[in-house]
């Protein structure tokens, strides 16, 4: 009998959800099958038995979160092995009478195996009652002080933004807060409609149109944390080049002719992706992270793509893009936002970027400001291509342009290191050939 | 007023109390004709003579045996352990005879006697001889336990330790032997056992200390006052009776307490401490209570080590910003 616990399936993954079962209880499982699939914070895995035997035990079903090293199942030697200890931690269930859910009758001497884990599921229950797993939102990081002075001051202390450590609602934070109320600043309050949570829709009807508090997936939970920790703590600045795209649009035309027998086809993103690697090499100063009060230079070019799913949005990385030949980097980013679409991307596959490009040319629109996606130092937004009446030698013409806009975590880069960064990117992509010199 | 040294302090009290009280008297190693390893008995042999002033064996356990025989009949004597480390060879008198007696046997003697030992490192003694284990003793009811930092509250304190009549253990410390201070003149004041000062007013953190690290707290303290930061020091004095409520009013002033110990981290005095900070002042915290401990080895006796190994006012200063630091206040 061996427990399966809760794996570290990434570097940033506390828990995880139990996506689904593929192997019932009973079901023979053999080394390398497929037991379970399981959402981590970045995306859908599965997880192989490591032994042979049979599935005896499922402890958490499916859609259910468990932080790692919990156990969530047992494989056996035989289908009807009975799990002797399934409660987390090693606690010795058999050794614990006060739990006061266990019989104070013995079991009669002749059923032991009944017996046995009619006591660790009771042992396994209390501990649940003593020490619950966290979930749903956290609770913010609140000094007790700062909770007693909020209760004084009439303050909603989760409205309040903690300066402390991890963000720690301190005696500070309450007293500026209170003082912006007494100031008349804006208030305090959220908007009614931001408050879906309570169940208690306005007005005593349910008319089907009231507000509703919707299930939050790991990924919406990790974006929601990670986006506000980037424009909390980076400081975004912005710069902004509108490219005359007439060249590209040939050499796009020109390259894919070239590739028609292969079946691949180079989009407008995948020529700006391997231009943003080649700029990235020549300007390296922009290929780096500031993390924790240190500054990294990156050997490697990787280049994220941002890519638009279902359950919200994930940057799958292509590394050492500026070493990709085009039509690899267009066929590798179809492959990775297919599976990014089917939640099966891998960790390491979202790992390790060290700048990105996000899209949104296809919905028309005209430029955007993207959010910095930590700990790159830039990320570039790229919108539609459009005709624009453009001046050229002093005549109006009509030329397809697109607009770029570069956000830079100005910690690690500073404007001119940024603005000379874009000049020669929008130089490359105006002289496309460049893009594979 | 006169300033004098902790030694100082401590001397003229053991013979102004052996005058005041022929009960007084004195036992200890090299206490009599060496006048005492570091010298707090200097002169008193001469003027007191053998009877008063014994000069023992190196037996600890042996004449601690004896001091407490004579308390329980009715002699108020006064015992020097050359340091706290050797009391360890005593403790079983210490801890199941002395601490013990009045309890077990109804009430019917009590046992007042004082054990006077030197604690601390920072002397290059070495691993054996630079303990700081007053732990032991705080941990044990029917024992009283003093830690004074200043001339004059070591010579108000062992007054008091002296004239109570149950066992007290007055923990001096070797690098405060030579600390100056302020004594009036004809002082007879007689602390109150069991009662903490506020050496010092403040209002942005509470730092906690008592013996060497009380006098160390006053040097942060002052120096952070330079740079605007208003610390309030609160000396401890007594390890037992532990003065809770001095300690939980200023940290419900400050909202944030630093501790500095001169002992080890793990089961030491600070984590009584910080213990009863939470116990009394948890609606008053405003960030986690830090402890500035020594290192967690036997004493090196390398001099770089050893200084390393002990709290500074570097390290306590650290704690003291960061603390501040995590309740908003940005500074250095």
């Known amino acids: ?69 919990a156990v969530i199942g047992a494989i056996g030697e035989s289908p009807d092995a009975v799990p002797a200890d399934s409660g987390n931690g090693g606690a010795q269930p058999a050794a614990e009478p006060a739990t006061g859910a266990v019989d104070p009758q013995p079991e009669p001497a002749a059923e032991p195996a009944a017996g046995i884990p009619r006591q660790a599921q009771a042992a396994e229950e209390a501990e649940e009652a003593e020490a619950p797993a966290p979930e749903g939102p956290a609770r913010p990081r609140t000094s007790p002080l700062a909770r007693r002075l909020a209760k004084e001051y009439g303050l909603d202390i989760e409205t309040i933004t903690g300066s402390g450590p991890k963000g720690r609602v301190v005696r500070a934070d309450i007293e500026a807060a209170a003082k912006q109320r007494q100031e008349g600043a804006p208030a305090q309050e959220p908007a009614p409609a931001a408050q879906p949570s309570a169940g208690a829709p306005q007005g005593a009807f349910d008319d089907g149109r009231a507000s509703e508090e919707l299930t939050v997936s790991n990924v919406r939970k990790v974006i929601a944390r990670r986006l506000t920790q980037s424009k909390q703590e980076v400081p975004h600045f912005y710069l902004r080049r509108t490219i005359d795209a007439e060249a590209l649009k040939a050499f796009r035309a020109q390259i894919n002719e070239q590739l028609e027998s292969t079946g691949v086809k180079v989009s407008f993103n995948d020529l700006i992706v391997k231009a943003a690697a080649t700029t990235l090499r020549l300007h390296p100063a922009v290929n780096r992270s500031w993390i924790d009060d240190k500054l990294l230079q990156h050997g490697r070019v990787n280049v994220g793509v941002a890519v638009a799913v279902d359950a919200g949005l994930v940057v799958p990385v292509l590394h050492d893009t500026d070493k990709l030949p085009l039509s690899e980097i267009a066929t590798k980013s179809r492959e990775l936002a297919g599976r990014a679409r089917e939640g099966k991307l891998k960790p390491q596959e979202m790992s390790g970027g060290t700048f990105s490009v996000s899209n949104l040319g296809m919905f028309g629109i005209d430029s955007f400001s993207a959010v910095i996606n930590p700990p790159e130092a830039a990320i570039l937004a790229v919108g539609a291509m459009q005709q624009q009446p453009v001046v050229r030698d002093g005549e109006v013409v009509a030329r397809n342009t697109i607009a770029l806009e570069l956000s830079v975590d100005h910690r690690a880069v500073d404007g001119a290191v940024g603005a000379a960064f874009l000049k020669e990117l929008a130089e490359i992509l105006e002289s496309p050939m460049r893009i594979i010199l | 007023m006169s300033v004098i040294t902790y030694r100082q302090a401590l001397r003229d009290t053991l013979r102004a109390e052996m005058h005041r009280d022929e009960n007084v008297f004195l036992m200890g190693e090299e206490i009599g004709v060496f006048e005492g390893s570091y010298k707090i008995t200097e002169g008193l042999l001469k003027e007191f003579g053998e009877r008063r002033v014994r000069d023992t064996p190196i037996a600890e356990e042996g004449f601690v045996g004896a001091a407490i025989g004579a308390a329980m009949l009715g002699l108020r004597p006064v015992v020097e352990i050359m340091t706290i480390n050797f009391s360890l060879i005593a403790i079983d008198q210490i801890i199941n005879h002395a601490a013990k007696i009045y309890g077990m046997f109804g009430g019917q003697t009590s046992v007042p006697m004082v054990i006077r030992t030197p604690g601390g490192g920072g002397q290059q003694l070495g691993a054996t001889h630079s303990q700081n284990i007053e732990l032991f003793y705080s941990f044990v009811p029917g024992l009283k336990v003093l830690a004074p930092s200043t001339p004059a509250e070591a010579a108000a304190m062992l007054r008091a330790a002296i004239r109570d009549d149950d066992p007290v253990l007055f923990l001096e410390n070797l690098g405060l032997y030579n600390s100056k201070g302020e004594v009036p003149e004809g002082d007879e004041t007689v602390a109150e056992i069991g009662r903490a000062a506020v050496t010092r007013e403040g209002t942005d953190i509470t730092l906690i200390g008592y013996s060497r690290m009380a006098m160390v707290a006053g040097q942060v303290a002052e120096a952070l006052a330079a740079e605007g930061i208003s610390v309030e020091v609160v000396d401890l004095r007594s390890l037992r009776p532990l003065d809770r409520q001095t300690i939980v009013e200023s940290v419900c002033k400050t909202g944030s307490a630093v501790i500095a110990e001169d002992d080890w981290l793990t089961y030491g005095i600070g984590a009584e401490i910080a213990a009863s900070i939470q116990e009394g002042a948890f609606d008053y915290l405003d960030a986690p209570v830090r402890r500035v401990a020594m290192a967690e080895v036997p004493m090196p006796y390398a001099k770089p080590l050893e200084s390393a190994a002990l709290p500074s006012v570097e390290s306590i200063t650290t704690a003291v910003k960061e603390t501040l630091n995590a309740v908003g206040r940005r500074v250095g």
């Open chain 1, 1 to 69: 009998m061996s427990e399966i616990y809760m794996p570290r399936l990434s570097d940033t993954m506390e828990e995880g959800v139990i996506s689904s079962w593929v192997k019932k209880v009973g079901d023979k499982v053999t080394t390398g099958d497929v037991l379970v699939e399981i959402e981590t914070d970045k995306a859908v895995m599965e997880y192989e038995a490591y032994e042979d035997g049979y599935l005896v035990k499922q402890s958490v079903g499916e859609g259910e979160t468990v932080p790692i090293g």
